[in-house]
């Protein structure tokens, strides 16, 4: 595996960026093939692995996720607006906040729909709990069975020093893991051109594992951090911290599916 | 059963898939096989240039006569497990260590770079070049010292073109939208704050609060703006929670406006 060294580090410069979209302009280096990318300190940061999903394996899961249809109204800073009040119907200001109406219909005209597969933590008002999609379609989760697995022994193999942590964290509560994986959660995002944004409902400290899926040209995601962008194709993955790691997405054309394997934040704390 | 042998597509230890699409990583099947033995098992010892993964399963569903089969039975012991295993720790660590090292180098290199174009900034050319050349001479070459300086200087320009880059925002089409969409929604927003009519005055400066003259003008500029009606939201409950940590009565008079209700506390 090609290693590089992710020499200038830019992170006061990017606090700016969140929100914003990214621009070729911010790329300085991609990442195409196998690569491991390691910072000054010698910790591997960005792992991305080239046709490691068997194709019909990520097509079978392009076609089980592609009909998620949720709009990314809770996620303001992804979609690149701000988090504004909503207009009721009645004229008034509704005291509940997110990506106003209008957005929201431009990016439904894009195609543009997430999902949430498997368990979420506990949050103000609800226990932790499998999530409404996963209640009403089983076969998205089940029907993917051995992708998720395959991407837990990838995950093991490329970045196991955060796998050990995750794994140490997750064992905890096992009836809230994949398969006895270290993912708790799936998060699917079609069409979604990401504006610069923080992971931060994931597990601090380890990697989440992202995979796109479908058939697309761009969107690259890229980290401005480093003026790094990762062109990854459906079968690769790439692994990154995305709670600590600055990312959003290039344009891209055609249709485009992204999946985040990851293991919720306070999952730690539903068994007690 | 037989089993193919994946072209090593970047990772360190193979992964061997089944035909009932299981999969095991080589060393935890078979311990026997070594890394270069692995390649053998296709195409009688030559190695298979599959970049893509599909391909090569392709292939070798193709020539199945090329795949040869093995026992699949032989499992590590509990020992070579570790051993393996510690092997493989030890490794990562070097390797880590090994890197930092190249990264100070090229650290280090960058700040003598920059130490050295002061000292020419400070003494001048000629000076600089005896200096260079008495003082640092048996440590440094000046033709190297030239290196480094040149290596500073280009680090410290792309560092400043970098930030500039970054201040640079997309202007593809979707970004568009998206900003419009969401300038347009503000817009909307700030007027339904503004068409809400005059407030009823809330005599802030009655209640024992310590402000003065900056304290009450920021407190003006910030009921005049659009964030007035959330800050007046928390700062009810701030001053409602106080009352009942001191046990102080709340008065409510349920035809008012909730406003009122901070001053009447």
């Not at chain 1, 106003?100 to 597969?117: C, S």
């Not at chain 1, 293991?263 to 730690?268: N, S, V």
């Not at chain 2, 419009?180 to 609060?209: F, H, M, W």
Request: hydrophobic share 35%.
């Amino acid at each position: 595996m090609k290693t590089i060294l992710l020499r200038r580090d830019h992170q006061d410069a990017v606090t700016d960026l969140e929100g914003k979209f990214p621009a070729l302009s911010h790329v300085r280096k991609t990442l195409m093939e196998t690569t491991e990318a390691r910072t000054k300190d010698g910790i591997v940061r960005v792992v991305l692995a080239c046709n490691v999903i068997p194709t019909a394996w990520h097509k079978l899961a392009y076609e089980l996720w592609n009909n998620v249809d949720e709009l990314p109204d809770n996620r303001p800073t992804a979609v690149g607006s701000a988090s504004l009040r909503r207009i009721k119907n009645d004229g008034m200001l509704s005291g509940r906040r997110g990506v106003p109406r209008r957005t929201l219909k431009v990016l439904r005209k894009h195609g543009t729909a997430q999902g949430m597969l498997g368990y979420l933590d506990a949050s103000s008002n609800e226990a932790c709990h499998r999530t409404p999609l996963t209640k009403d379609h089983p076969e998205m989760l089940n029907g993917n069975e051995r992708l998720i697995k395959l991407l837990d022994e990838l995950y093991k193999l490329y970045a196991p020093v955060p796998y050990k942590r995750q794994r140490a964290e997750i064992e905890e509560v096992p009836q809230w893991r994949l398969w006895g994986t270290v993912f708790s959660t799936i998060y699917l995002a079609r069409n979604f051109r990401t504006a610069y944004h923080y992971d931060s409902g994931n597990l601090k400290g380890v990697m989440t594992a992202l995979m796109p899926m479908g058939n697309f040209t761009g969107g690259e995601l890229v980290l401005p951090r480093w003026r790094l962008s990762v062109a990854f194709r459906p079968g690769d993955v790439l692994f990154f911290d995305s709670t600590e790691i600055l990312h959003g997405n290039l344009p891209f054309k055609g249709h485009r599916l992204s999946a985040a394997f990851y293991c919720e934040k306070r999952i730690g704390h539903c068994g007690k | 059963m037989k089993s193919v042998i994946l072209e090593n597509v970047g990772v360190r230890n193979p992964i061997i898939f089944f035909g009932d699409n299981s999969w095991q990583r080589i060393a935890e099947k078979d311990p026997s096989q070594k890394v270069a033995g692995w390649r053998e098992m296709v195409r009688g010892g030559k190695p298979v240039p599959y970049k893509r993964l599909d391909a090569f399963l392709q292939y070798i569903a193709d020539h199945p006569e090329e795949v040869r089969t093995f026992d699949d039975s032989v499992a590590l012991s509990p020992e070579d497990t570790a051993a393996t295993k510690w092997v493989d720790d030890q490794v990562a660590k070097l390797d880590a260590v090994i890197i930092r090292g190249i990264a100070q180098r090229a650290e280090a290199k960058i700040q003598i770079g920059r130490a050295l174009n002061e000292q020419k900034r400070l003494l001048g050319y000629g000076k600089f070049k005896s200096h260079v050349s008495d003082v640092l001479g048996s440590m440094i070459s000046l033709r190297t010292a030239e290196r480094y300086m040149k290596a500073a200087r280009k680090e410290d320009d792309e560092s400043k073109v970098d930030r500039l880059s970054l201040l640079k925002s997309a202007s593809d089409d979707g970004a568009k939208d998206v900003k419009a969409t969401t300038e347009q929604a503000k817009a909307e927003i700030d007027s339904q704050v503004n068409q809400k009519g005059p407030r009823k005055r809330i005599d802030l400066y009655k209640l024992p609060l310590p402000l003065d003259d900056d304290d009450r003008k920021a407190v003006d500029v910030l009921r005049r703006s659009s964030a007035w009606p959330e800050a007046e939201e928390t700062l009810i409950l701030e001053l409602r929670r106080l009352c009942t940590k001191h046990r102080m009565a709340i008065r409510e008079n349920q035809g008012e406006e909730h406003e009122d209700h901070s001053a009447e506390a």
